[in-house]
């Protein structure tokens, strides 16, 4: 599938973009690293202590992908030790509402899902 933006043809490696952006945002941390940033600037360290649960490889993995498709800036500074830090764009801070509203369907859905994940694993006995 190919389109046009600035008189340039872009040719879409997923031609559903519905799939291609949530394959993306859908994983398991992406999400976190995204509400993290939301108040500001954070270092690297920062956002793992802000996670929590994440290795330092599976972070460094996810943030190069929201750097690659434009949610988030690495800022590097020339410093001994070098520091690095993480911001959202213009395209990261428009996807906070949305965002937003899927973690509220989600807190205010959670208890009915492990419920009927129970059901489900009960009835299957």
């Not at 879409?12 to 600037?41: H, K, M, Y």
């Not at 801070?93 to 989600?106: C, D, E, G, N, Y």
Request: proline share 6%; aromatic share 8%; charged share 25%.
């Amino acid at each position: 599938m190919t389109a046009m933006s600035d008189g340039e043809e872009i040719v879409f490696d997923q031609p559903c973009p519905i799939r291609d952006v949530l394959d993306r945002i859908g994983n398991q941390w992406s999400l976190l690293i995204l509400e993290a940033l939301s108040p500001g600037t954070l270092r690297f360290n920062a956002l793992m202590r802000e996670i929590g649960d994440i290795s330092r490889q599976m972070l460094s993995r996810t943030l190069k992908q929201l750097e690659q498709d434009g949610f988030i800036t690495r800022t590097l500074y020339p410093e001994v030790p070098p520091r690095v830090e993480y911001t959202l764009t213009e395209l990261g801070h428009s996807f906070l509402a949305p965002m937003q509203q899927l973690i509220t369907w989600a807190d205010s859905h959670h208890r009915d899902i492990v419920v009927a994940r129970r059901r489900y694993a009960t009835d299957r006995k």
